[in-house]
């Protein structure tokens, strides 16, 4: 249930010359935090895998959606991880449904009628709630049921979900610093309604009251995920604000640096989705940025705990992902708090030349994804 827009982004330019974030990018990372933001409650709760699942372990991969970038990578991603790190250990296939709730019930009701029957799903949701009578259904076949990103409720099911709420609070400590505690702030409310995006503007809220008291909000806009729209709407905040001191944005930084620019102001401490586009934009005009990570490697953590579960290790019912969050060269120069986040490296953790598109960090741990493998599903030379 990813937000969709055939709208292409706004182009950017700064003192090198960069390409557009498409509006289907953020809306597919920051959307993908709405389910599970409405849904993942901490389970201390813990199960291992059965003594009846033997190696190669069946994995299936149940997707509805490849057309936000963000899933594509996700899915290229994660059929690298399986046929190189653990090729002799699975059985990997990925199942997609067609884009509506109903089609992805009907696709997992014939995974669960395959036969052999498969060890473990492996399941981005369409649906919290809607999912969780075939989701239970494939739990009392014997089949381990993992979601990840956009979370289920049934409460069989294994959980691995964004950290929303973490991130947005550390977001806006960085935002305290960034500005000295003081001025004036916007906050992007996105998409009204989504429930990350509430989640994350009550958490800016609270954390600005608490940490920061001396800084202002002085109003909110909605990005609508939307790297052109954003530029509007910032646009139309400075026409009345040129004292801004800062942008907690949910999106698009590269469209705050824009806006800015082009009221012949000097860019302000802003946070964003970490994406490549974005990451070049604000080192391209020495901008002070948080860029935050939702990325699709996620599946692949999945997966790796799928693999170790079936293994016999037991997991917990609810687990949060965990992600580095950045912050641009100037942040990390000129800010106190950003001392403990890693500075923006070209090459390691963005990538100048490749599609503003790609999500970031490409690859965690030692999964061993590239950009390439990410963006086509295949190895590059560079």
């Not at 075939?134 to 009392?140: D, G, I, L, M, S």
């Not at 977001?171 to 409310?189: F, I, N």
């Not at 989640?199 to 920061?212: D, H, M, P, Q």
């Not at 942008?247 to 946070?271: D, E, G, K, Q």
Request: hydrophobic share 40%.
């Amino acid at each position: 249930m990813r937000t969709r827009s055939s709208r292409s982004g706004h182009r950017i330019t700064g003192r090198t010359q960069t390409r557009p974030v498409t509006t289907r990018l953020v809306a597919g990372i920051v959307a993908a935090a709405a389910l599970a933001a409405a849904c993942s409650s901490p389970d201390s709760g813990a199960a291992g895998g059965s003594a009846e699942h033997r190696k190669p372990y069946r994995i299936v991969l149940s997707n509805n959606n490849l057309s936000a970038s963000w899933r594509v990578q996700m899915v290229n991603g994660i059929k690298y991880v399986a046929a190189h790190k653990y090729a002799n250990d699975v059985k990997f296939t990925v199942r997609q449904a067609g884009e509506s709730v109903s089609d992805h019930i009907a696709s997992l009701q014939q995974i669960i009628r395959a036969r052999p029957r498969p060890d473990a799903i492996l399941l981005d949701a369409s649906s919290a709630t809607a999912l969780n009578p075939t989701v239970e259904q494939a739990c009392k076949a014997g089949i381990v049921v993992f979601s990840f990103d956009q979370v289920v409720t049934a409460p069989c099911a294994y959980k691995l979900a964004p950290p929303v709420a973490e991130q947005a609070r550390e977001s806006a400590r960085w935002m305290c610093e960034a500005t000295g505690g003081h001025g004036k702030v916007v906050l992007d409310q996105a998409i009204p309604g989504v429930p990350s995006v509430a989640l994350s503007n009550a958490t800016w809220r609270s954390t600005l009251a608490r940490t920061c008291p001396g800084l202002q909000i002085a109003g909110t806009y909605q990005s609508g995920f939307a790297p052109g729209p954003e530029l509007q709407a910032v646009s139309a905040v400075l026409a009345g604000h040129r004292d801004l001191s800062g942008v907690l944005s949910l999106s698009y930084c590269s469209s705050v640096i824009t806006a800015f620019r082009n009221a012949h102001l000097p860019p302000v401490p802003t946070t964003c989705v970490a994406a490549n586009g974005n990451a070049i934009a604000c080192e391209s005009a020495h901008a002070t940025c948080h860029l935050s990570a939702l990325p699709p490697i996620i599946a692949s953590s999945a997966l790796r705990k799928v693999v170790d579960l079936l293994g016999g290790q037991k997991q917990p019912l609810t687990q949060q992902a965990v992600f580095p969050s950045y912050v641009s060269t100037a942040a990390k120069t000129g800010v106190p708090a950003a001392a403990p986040l890693p500075a923006l490296r070209p090459g390691t953790d963005y990538f100048p030349g490749q599609s503003p598109d790609l999500v970031l960090p490409v690859t965690t741990e030692d999964l061993g994804v590239t950009p390439s493998v990410a963006l086509t599903g295949a190895e590059g030379r560079g």
